[in-house]
């Protein structure tokens, strides 16, 4: 009797997919690759032919060249093999999907990475009720439980006002956090200027090209002490503490991920501001998400594993972790 998911394979280098000759964010250069988002640990140069979101395929040519690619939009069938495949909005960063597969009469959901909360920069996750979800768990601790985005735009534009002789300098990933802590900054009502590290220019220019709108950004690079002093600026976490930082007014040091949970991680990185600002699935997410779209059997790809198998079990759920490698946390 055939087992419930046997014709996807799961390798280290990704899952490999038989009857399409195609892998899913393999991690290794590959003849056909399906991508689920830009970050680059799942978006990786390389593969001889790409079939991505459009978004998708333009943050890998903005960091990797033009790519072979084949843009599939949201919802759009497509047959590889005998295998039926579209792609349905993951609300990671933009263009981010989740791939949805089918043979045999069984589907299976690859999720890639996730999160749940409304973001003004891409699509809101679609649930789609499967057979198998194979599921991230970066947070997948009962620990992670994020705040409401409100409430830390609140407490940055506070930090920001209580001394307008300082700025507020704050690490994010330049791909999905930086865009989104924007557009979160805009809909709270803050319209002055944002700086921008020079690192950060080419992706904020790439989401506004495809219709997110940001305001007003402006390079730190043409900018004086006093024109900087009482405005959020905004850099790779690693600027924090680099010699860069030196041309700034006094900045109070700030980082927005969702491991700014973990106290330690924000002392570590000498961190006076930690945002709690996740573009994952926290722990209440990941765990309703399961019970959502009703799978016989999860999947994790990544995280913290052993937590979300346990708490499957104790709900006869079947659950496994797969031996994937090279899926990172930390660039959260």
């Given at each position: 009797m055939a087992k419930l998911g046997d014709w996807i394979e799961a390798r280290p280098q990704?899952?490999?997919?038989?009857?399409?000759?195609?892998?899913?964010?393999?991690?290794?250069?590959?003849?056909?690759?399906?991508?689920?988002?830009?970050?680059?640990?799942?978006?990786?140069?390389?593969?001889?032919?790409?079939?991505?979101?459009?978004?998708?395929?333009?943050?890998?040519?903005?960091?990797?060249?033009?790519?072979?690619?084949?843009?599939?939009?949201?919802g759009a069938p497509l047959?590889?093999?005998?295998?039926?495949?579209?792609?349905?909005?993951?609300?990671?960063?933009?263009?981010?999907?989740?791939?949805?597969?089918?043979?045999?009469?069984?589907r299976v959901v690859v999720s890639g990475d996730y999160k749940r909360r409304a973001?003004?920069?891409?699509?809101?996750?679609?649930?789609?009720?499967?057979?198998?979800?194979?599921?991230?768990?970066?947070?997948?601790l009962p620990v992670f439980r994020h705040p409401p985005t409100e409430q830390v735009v609140e407490r940055l534009l506070a930090t920001l006002a209580a001394d307008p002789a300082r700025c507020v300098l704050v690490g994010a990933y330049a791909l999905g956090k930086a865009q989104r802590l924007i557009a979160e900054l805009r809909r709270a009502g803050h319209d002055a200027p944002i700086y921008l590290h020079g690192a950060?220019?080419?992706?904020?220019?790439?989401?506004?090209?495809?219709?997110?709108?940001?305001?007003?950004?402006?390079?730190?690079?043409?900018?004086?002490?006093?024109d900087l002093a009482g405005h959020i600026v905004i850099a790779p976490p690693s600027a924090l503490t680099d010699r860069w930082a030196r041309r700034l007014p006094d900045p109070v040091p700030a980082m927005a991920s969702g491991w700014m949970r973990v106290r330690q991680r924000a002392v570590q990185r000498g961190v006076?501001?930690?945002?709690?600002?996740?573009?994952?699935?926290?722990?209440?997410?990941?765990?309703d998400t399961l019970v959502e779209v009703a799978a016989q059997e999860i999947w994790v790809t990544h995280g913290r594993d052993d937590a979300l198998v346990h708490w499957c079990a104790n709900r006869q759920i079947k659950a496994r972790a797969l031996?994937?490698?090279?899926?990172?946390?930390?660039?959260?």
């Open positions: 990704g899952l490999y997919l038989p009857a399409a000759d195609a892998w899913i964010d393999p991690t290794i250069p590959v003849d056909r690759a399906l991508i689920t988002h830009g970050h680059a640990d799942h978006a990786r140069p390389g593969h001889r032919a790409v079939l991505a979101t459009a978004e998708t395929l333009a943050i890998m040519a903005a960091r990797y060249g033009p790519q072979s690619g084949q843009p599939i939009a949201y047959t590889m093999g005998g295998l039926s495949v579209r792609f349905v909005p993951a609300g990671h960063v933009l263009g981010s999907a989740q791939i949805v597969l089918e043979q045999r009469g069984e973001d003004p920069t891409c699509a809101p996750f679609e649930p789609v009720r499967c057979d198998i979800f194979i599921s991230e768990a970066t947070f997948g950060m220019a080419k992706l904020c220019a790439l989401y506004e090209a495809h219709g997110v709108a940001l305001g007003t950004l402006l390079p730190v690079a043409e900018a004086s002490k006093a006076e501001l930690p945002l709690i600002l996740s573009d994952h699935a926290d722990w209440d997410e990941l765990t031996a994937l490698t090279g899926y990172e946390d930390d660039a959260e």
